[in-house]
Protein backbone atom coordinates (compact mmCIF):
# COMPACT_ATOMS: atom_id res chain seq x y z
CA UNK A 1 0.00 0.00 0.00
CA UNK A 2 2.53 2.66 0.82
CA UNK A 3 4.50 1.98 -2.86
CA UNK A 4 1.16 3.01 -4.52
CA UNK A 5 1.02 6.27 -2.00
CA UNK A 6 4.48 7.09 -2.30
CA UNK A 7 4.07 7.69 -6.56
CA UNK A 8 1.03 9.48 -6.30
CA UNK A 9 2.15 11.48 -3.52
CA UNK A 10 5.52 12.36 -6.10
CA UNK A 11 3.51 12.85 -8.83
CA UNK A 12 1.02 15.53 -6.70
CA UNK A 13 4.10 17.00 -5.36
CA UNK A 14 5.33 17.12 -8.90
CA UNK A 15 2.26 18.36 -10.13
CA UNK A 16 2.28 21.54 -7.43
CA UNK A 17 6.05 22.56 -8.06
CA UNK A 18 5.06 22.83 -11.64
CA UNK A 19 2.01 24.89 -11.39
CA UNK A 20 3.73 27.34 -8.71
CA UNK A 21 6.64 27.72 -11.52
CA UNK A 22 4.13 28.51 -14.38
CA UNK A 23 2.60 31.17 -12.34
CA UNK A 24 6.13 32.55 -11.20
CA UNK A 25 7.01 32.55 -14.44
CA UNK A 26 3.58 33.91 -15.75
CA UNK A 27 4.07 36.46 -13.14
CA UNK A 28 7.64 37.43 -14.57
CA UNK A 29 6.42 37.52 -17.79
CA UNK A 30 3.75 40.45 -17.31
CA UNK A 31 6.53 42.36 -15.38
CA UNK A 32 8.95 42.15 -18.21
CA UNK A 33 5.49 43.12 -20.75
CA UNK A 34 5.37 46.02 -18.09
CA UNK A 35 9.24 47.18 -18.18
CA UNK A 36 9.47 47.19 -21.88
CA UNK A 37 6.66 49.03 -22.91
CA UNK A 38 7.37 51.85 -20.06
CA UNK A 39 10.97 51.74 -21.74
CA UNK A 40 9.60 51.86 -25.29
CA UNK A 41 7.02 54.76 -24.35
CA UNK A 42 9.45 56.72 -22.61
CA UNK A 43 11.79 56.55 -25.60
CA UNK A 44 8.69 57.64 -28.11
CA UNK A 45 7.94 60.21 -25.93
CA UNK A 46 11.86 61.23 -26.00
CA UNK A 47 12.00 61.18 -29.79
CA UNK A 48 8.69 63.24 -30.13
CA UNK A 49 7.28 60.74 -32.70
CA UNK A 50 3.78 61.60 -33.36
CA UNK A 51 0.32 59.12 -33.47
CA UNK A 52 -0.72 58.01 -36.80
CA UNK A 53 -4.07 59.78 -36.45
CA UNK A 54 -2.10 63.07 -35.71
CA UNK A 55 -0.12 62.64 -39.05
CA UNK A 56 -2.84 61.79 -41.34
CA UNK A 57 -4.51 64.76 -40.05
CA UNK A 58 -1.61 66.95 -40.37
CA UNK A 59 -1.79 65.66 -43.92
CA UNK A 60 -4.90 66.58 -45.45
CA UNK A 61 -4.46 69.83 -44.07
CA UNK A 62 -1.09 70.26 -46.07
CA UNK A 63 -3.41 68.13 -49.24
CA UNK A 64 -6.01 71.06 -48.62
CA UNK A 65 -3.69 74.09 -48.65
CA UNK A 66 -1.57 72.98 -51.24
CA UNK A 67 -5.09 72.44 -53.11
CA UNK A 68 -6.24 76.58 -52.08
CA UNK A 69 -2.55 77.55 -53.68
CA UNK A 70 -3.39 76.13 -56.48
CA UNK A 71 -6.29 77.85 -56.99
CA UNK A 72 -5.63 80.74 -56.00
CA UNK A 73 -2.48 80.62 -58.23
CA UNK A 74 -5.36 80.16 -60.77
CA UNK A 75 -7.29 82.99 -60.13
CA UNK A 76 -4.14 85.48 -59.58
CA UNK A 77 -3.16 84.12 -63.28
CA UNK A 78 -6.54 84.72 -64.84
CA UNK A 79 -6.62 88.35 -63.17
CA UNK A 80 -3.41 89.11 -64.22
CA UNK A 81 -4.12 88.11 -68.04
CA UNK A 82 -7.10 90.50 -67.54
CA UNK A 83 -4.92 93.68 -66.36
CA UNK A 84 -2.73 92.94 -69.29
CA UNK A 85 -5.06 92.95 -71.47
CA UNK A 86 -6.44 96.40 -70.90
CA UNK A 87 -3.38 98.31 -70.77
CA UNK A 88 -5.09 101.50 -69.42
CA UNK A 89 -6.34 99.57 -66.23
CA UNK A 90 -4.50 100.86 -62.95
CA UNK A 91 -5.37 99.90 -59.67
CA UNK A 92 -8.47 101.54 -58.37
CA UNK A 93 -7.31 102.83 -54.86
CA UNK A 94 -4.38 105.13 -56.20
CA UNK A 95 -2.88 104.26 -52.80
CA UNK A 96 -1.99 100.81 -53.93
Known sequence: ???SR???RMLDEFAR???DTTGAA???RREIETAVRSQTER???QLEL???EEFEVVREMAIRARAENEELKRRIAALEARGAATPDAGP???SI
Open 17 to 19: IVT
Open 43 to 45: LIN
Open 92 to 94: SDP
Open 6 to 8: GPS
Open 50 to 52: VQR
Open 26 to 28: QGV
Open 1 to 3: MSN
